[in-house]
Each structure stands twice: as structure tokens, then as C-alpha cells.
């Protein structure tokens, strides 16, 4: 079903509890893997996936369709992922260090992975990235999500998060040179 047919629909007082459910069904599992990116727990991220969706329930009526309405609910998670993490840091009078070495630790208790020989496995690779990304700030982490994990446009980015394509490309760029240098730094300490 389109974003068109599910929108009207929705506008339907008749349907709007199928169609609202319909769109859940369609976006849930993208939007939950976006924010687990972002927060690594997955208690925190099925909190945030509900939050996503409430907000989206309680503004659809005055979504007007200027932008995609996958982009519109990525917007919406994108800002419940950052307020969250934001907030985490506030209340708890944490240093972004702190929160980054918490989502380290959440990270390394939620894989478990086996070496197999000399060679390094998938998920050993994988976890290595991760702890490289936890090292980004929070907006050149969600800019390298999407664009790398997520293979979103720039144009696409720029919309979720009100950014210049030209910023998000700089951002990007500084992203990975960020990661290229953990992953570089941690294969010569290991």
C-alpha cells in the first residue's frame, strides 16, 4: 500500500486504526534498527520506536505531505533518538565519554562473537565498526548511519534532519575519517 492510500485512509475515520496499523507494519522494523543504531540497547530502542509512533499518531492528522512520509517519521525518530541521548547525558551529569563508554559496554554485553583461527569473523569485524561509530558525535554517527547502513541520500538526509547536503557530505567525510582511524589504531594495538 502506498503512503497516498494509507494517508487517506487514515483520513477515514472509519479506518484510521487499520491504516494507522498498516503504516506501523510498514515502518516499525526500519525505525527500530534507525534508533538501535543510535542507542544500542534494545529495551531503549523499543522505547523510542513506541515514542516514534505515539508522536506520529498524535501530529498525522497535520502531516501535509511536503516531504516523503517515511521522511517525516525518520525525522521524528531521528529527534527522539538525539533528545534521548541528550537527556541520558543531562540527567545523569555525564560527560559524552560516559554515555560512550555505557553504550560500549551495552554493545559488547549484546554480541557475542567467536574468534576462528588468526582470521577475524563477521561479527568481530562488525563489533569493530560499532565501537568506531560510538566514538563519533551523535550527529556525524546518525549522518553515517544513514547514509552507509540505510543507503539514504544526502537529499533524503538533508530532509530528516534540516541539514545542507553540502554540511551532511562534510560530515560524512569526517566520519569516516574518524572510523578509518580507530579501525587503523585498534589492528595495530591487538
Not at 145 to 169: C, H, P, Q, R, W
Request: glycine letters at 4%; aromatic letters at 12%.
Amino acid at each position: 500500500m502506498t503512503d497516498e492510500e494509507l494517508l487517506a485512509k487514515y483520513r477515514d475515520p472509519s479506518s484510521r486504526n487499520y491504516a494507522f496499523n498498516l503504516l506501523v507494519r510498514q515502518y516499525q522494523q526500519k525505525i527500530y534498527w534507525h534508533i538501535r543504531k543510535m542507542v544500542i540497547d534494545h529495551d531503549d530502542a523499543d522505547d523510542l520506536v513506541q515514542e516514534t509512533f505515539i508522536k506520529v499518531w498524535n501530529s498525522l492528522e497535520q502531516f501535509r505531505g511536503d516531504s516523503q512520509l517515511y521522511t517525516w517519521i525518520y525525522r521524528i525518530a531521528t529527534n527522539e533518538c538525539l533528545n534521548f541521548l541528550n537527556k541520558k547525558r543531562r540527567r545523569f551529569f555525564l560527560p559524552i565519554g560516559d554515555v560512550e563508554g555505557e553504550l560500549m559496554e551495552k554493545l559488547e554485553s549484546n554480541t557475542d562473537y567467536v574468534t576462528s583461527g588468526n582470521e577475524p569473523s563477521g561479527e568481530e569485524i562488525q563489533m569493530k565498526l560499532q565501537k568506531a561509530l560510538l566514538k563519533l558525535p551523535d550527529k556525524q554517527r546518525l549522518v553515517f548511519n544513514m547514509k552507509y547502513f540505510d543507503d539514504m541520500k544526502y537529499e533524503e538526509i538533508s530532509e530528516i534532519t534540516g541539514t545542507s547536503v553540502g554540511a551532511l557530505k562534510a560530515s560524512y567525510h569526517l566520519a569516516v575519517k574518524k572510523i578509518e582511524e580507530y579501525l587503523t589504531k585498534t589492528d595495530t594495538t591487538d
